[in-house]
DNA sequence: TAAATTTGGTTTATAAAATAAACTAATTTA
DNA sequence: TAAATTAGTTTATTTTATAAACCAAATTTA
């Protein structure tokens, strides 16, 4: 059973970054992930959001120099499905390669 | 400079999946590619015009045991637009393999 | 042999998604 | 103190994906 069904949450381009750079630190601000994946303010809030309803982040607010400061991290969920969706991708990209 | 733009055409399930299948076959019918991707007669017209539009595909309309027929089949611009998604999308997954 | 069904699609309409534009609220700078 | 900047959110618009409706020809069934 080759083509499985992609995870709808994680196959679009801004939400696929952001869980990937989220993968690698473990956690990031607001405004770094804006600066890394290029996507407007009100993009990057609505994909956070939907990635927090999913469960698949968690978004912490405060207050760092007087700003507002949004730091988000990957939870276990979100962990699993990035990783679900990277074995279901590789059947679509003709590769036999591990992670 | 790891995320780059994601070629949108490709970076949709049921297109990539067309694509992904064109690759390894090199020739296909409608009727196989409906089956193989469960995509709806109507989906997959729509998305097959899109491919065609982009040059990534080839289609070539035939009566065969008197029925039309569509046949498909992806294009040296087609391939090189997979092979360069294919890469681009490796580092969204962190994947550091080669293909 | 006429009506119903199936095959192999296309076209059009709707739902969902991504994106941009507009806005909020506080802070800093000139 | 007015203008600009930071750090976002909310709302509106555009784009995309998908489904529903449709079409023509062929085939089956009654």
Redesign the interface.
């Known amino acids: 059973m080759p083509?499985k069904?992609?995870d709808p949450l994680l196959?679009s381009?801004l939400r696929?970054?952001i869980v990937?750079l989220l993968?690698?630190v473990e956690e990031a601000e607001f405004t770094y992930l804006k600066a890394?994946?290029n996507a407007t303010a009100g993009n990057l809030s609505v994909q956070l959001q939907k990635l927090k309803e999913a469960g698949y982040i968690e978004i912490e607010k405060s207050f760092k120099d007087n700003y507002p400061q949004t730091m988000c991290k990957i939870t276990s969920k979100g962990l699993k499905a990035f990783d679900t969706y990277?074995k279901d991708?590789?059947?679509?990209?003709?590769?036999k390669?591990?992670?």
Chains 1, 2 share one sequence.
């Open positions: 083509l069904e992609l196959h381009q696929l970054a990937s993968v690698s890394e994946t990277v991708i590789q059947h679509y990209l003709n590769l390669t591990k992670k």
